[in-house]
């Protein structure tokens, strides 16, 4: 279905769930561009929150968030004080100024912490900033997941979460460190949409150890019973020397790239065969969707946390590693826990790590966001020359079409919409080729 060339594959690309990505981010930029900006936000400007929770009850072998394990209840503890701490001080410098629209709890795996624990923290963020009436989503992990947790969710109106599924197939799961019978997620799904989740996205590998199409496909199957609004389905990014916990996959049971290409194509065959709409290069949502009826208004954008319909410009992270997206910074809170406690506890940002967003970046930024959500970017002429040589090789492949001032995706240029959207990538030229592969 989707013509394979490898050549324009095999350079590692970044997700760009930003522009500039974290690559770029640097020791300059910390808690005094975060406060100037913070402080630049608009009485009734839009804001999203995102809360990082990194902790979870097991840990994964092929997880590449900054996670631990919720072993010591003291650990959880100190570090939900900590997190009361920093939305305190948010709240100082927002000084009442922003509407918070949104809040997505995510991390590691927000319910690591007690339901109790749950209810507090969204109190407090409530309390702290004007966010009476924001959409709430969570992040959920299965395993975890006990009865007190439903009742909660309804409680506190969360109408949005994502169940981290990856693949139903017993052998992989054992080879991923993540064992969780079907029955688990069927009864998750079953509870969740008891409790009012009107929004139920799973998310679902390809490219894992052992992994065949059939296996795919089964998980596919299995998935679509249980009728998810959305599913996002990932290639696995294998990046052992800089993610120690991968050490323990066995890289030689791992598709090579041509098999984890056929998987992709494989899953999207699948799932818009069912009569989801593909959604950017992973993500799949019912029509009916809000996700889907964005991308189908060309509304659709992209954050840390992936495609998605929010329009607010401001996004605050909150918790140790969360990344705040203002239009002109992207500043990283501090990634370890101890320090990030000791940071907010003597009352300061905890904004360590960053990057100034300069015209230049915006407008590569917007380029690669349109390609990468529309398919389609405009912009002068005289900017499309600048990237023209780098375009080439997919527009001989007819991957790509370029006009005077647009740039428009093929349809068989889907899977390499990572790697023609960095051609747009002022800084790629001098990375050194940590990210993932493109497909
Ligand atoms: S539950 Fe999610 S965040 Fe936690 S280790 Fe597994 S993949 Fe990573």
Redesign the pocket.
Known sequence: MWPYYPELIERPVPRYTSYPTAAEFTDDVGAVAQAAALEAIAPHEPISLYVHIPY?Q???W??G?N?GAANRSGRITTYLDALDEEIHLLGRHLGGRGRVTRIAFG???PNAVSPLAFVRLLDRIITEFDAAGAEISIEL?PRSLDDAWFDVLRDTRVTRASL?VQTLTPHIQQAIG?VQPLAMIERAVDRLRAAGISSLNFDLMYGLPHQHLADLGETLAASLQLAPDRIALFGYAHLPTLIPRQRRIDTGALPNSHRRFEQAAHGYKVLTGAGYRAIGFDHFARPSEPLAIAAAERRLHRNFQGFTDDPSEVLLGIGASAISHFPGLIVQNEKMAGRYRMLVGAHQLAGRRGVERHEDDRWRGRVIESLLCSGEARMTEDRLSRVRHALEPYVDKGLVRCGPTYVRLMPAGLPYARAIAGCFDHYRIFSKGLFSHAV
Do not use: F, K, P, V
Request: aromatic residues 8%; contains cysteine; charged residues 20%.
């Open positions: 979870c097991e840990i994964c092929y997880c968030c996670t991390g590691g795996s992990d981290g993540r």
